[in-house]
């Protein structure tokens, strides 16, 4: 079974900051930055995930549960015609 999206990210993520983050010039802070960015950020989407699945099946909360998985790219999207509402 291959890892999930988020590990695969966290592992590349980490790897980014091993060889690139480690120093201690303007472009490894840069890094060190943009990683902590990158893990805030993916940790507030999954926040909102899942309190987004505690609201059950309302239109905002489907919305929410959508817009956070197309970020996170945790569970597959299906394919339709149908276009998302704005």
Not at 35 to 60: H, N, Q
Request: glycine letters at 6%; charged letters at 25%.
């Amino acid at each position: 079974m291959l890892p999930t999206n988020n590990v695969l990210v966290e592992w590349r993520a980490s790897e980014i900051e091993r060889v690139h983050g480690m120093g201690q010039d303007q472009i490894a802070q840069d890094v060190r930055w943009l990683l902590f960015e990158l893990r805030r950020g993916r940790a507030a989407l999954t926040k909102l995930l899942a309190l987004a699945e505690e609201l059950g099946d309302e239109a905002p909360a489907q919305q929410f549960r959508f817009i956070a998985n197309e970020a996170l790219g945790l569970y597959p999207i299906a394919a339709t015609n149908q276009k998302p509402r704005q």
